[in-house]
């Protein structure tokens, strides 16, 4: 396994594991762009991925616009593995780095995701968009989590 930050060559592939997801899938792909990614992991943000014999597995993007998780995905098969937890730990220490801002991201509820957030420190703080669950992380909660900042 190889843990890197992306790069504009990974685009297609973080595409096809964001389009494989079975919990939190778009209802029309077309919905999030090439450039739309390319915005968020060069200009707005800062992306990583997790490859496997030069195939994307799992990526994570953090927009340091809005203060939020934009994508923490993996392909089905890679799920349980560890993968998404070290994807989320380099991307908040990233994140924590450049700024002291809360970060902010939304999940459905009632699935694996929110438990996710919420064993990896997340506090609930509200409801986001169509009734997915608002969590956030401050700096001072990651440094209880985190080893790294």
């Given at each position: 396994?190889?843990?890197r930050e992306a790069i504009a060559a990974d685009i297609k592939q973080i595409q096809?594991?964001?389009?494989?997801?079975?919990?939190?899938?778009?209802?029309?792909?077309?919905?999030?762009?090439?450039?739309?990614?390319?915005d968020f992991i060069s200009t707005r943000g800062n992306g990583w991925v997790c490859e496997i014999d030069n195939h994307i597995v799992g990526f994570s993007?953090?927009?340091?616009?809005d203060n939020n998780i934009w994508?923490?995905?993996?392909?089905?098969?890679?799920?349980?593995?560890?993968?998404?937890?070290?994807l989320h730990d380099m991307m908040l220490d990233w994140y924590f780095k450049q700024t002291k801002s809360n970060v902010w991201l939304?999940?459905?509820?009632k699935t694996r995701a929110e438990?996710?957030?919420?064993?990896?420190?997340w506090t609930e703080v509200g409801i986001h968009g169509d009734g997915e669950i608002k969590f956030e992380m401050t700096y001072e909660n990651w440094e209880k989590y985190s080893n790294i900042v």
């Amino acid at each position: 396994m190889i843990y890197r930050e992306a790069i504009a060559a990974d685009i297609k592939q973080i595409q096809i594991v964001r389009n494989a997801v079975t919990e939190n899938p778009l209802s029309n792909p077309d919905l999030i762009t090439d450039e739309d990614c390319l915005d968020f992991i060069s200009t707005r943000g800062n992306g990583w991925v997790c490859e496997i014999d030069n195939h994307i597995v799992g990526f994570s993007i953090v927009d340091l616009k809005d203060n939020n998780i934009w994508a923490l995905f993996l392909k089905p098969e890679f799920e349980k593995k560890g993968i998404g937890r070290r994807l989320h730990d380099m991307m908040l220490d990233w994140y924590f780095k450049q700024t002291k801002s809360n970060v902010w991201l939304g999940t459905s509820p009632k699935t694996r995701a929110e438990t996710f957030y919420r064993k990896a420190g997340w506090t609930e703080v509200g409801i986001h968009g169509d009734g997915e669950i608002k969590f956030e992380m401050t700096y001072e909660n990651w440094e209880k989590y985190s080893n790294i900042v």
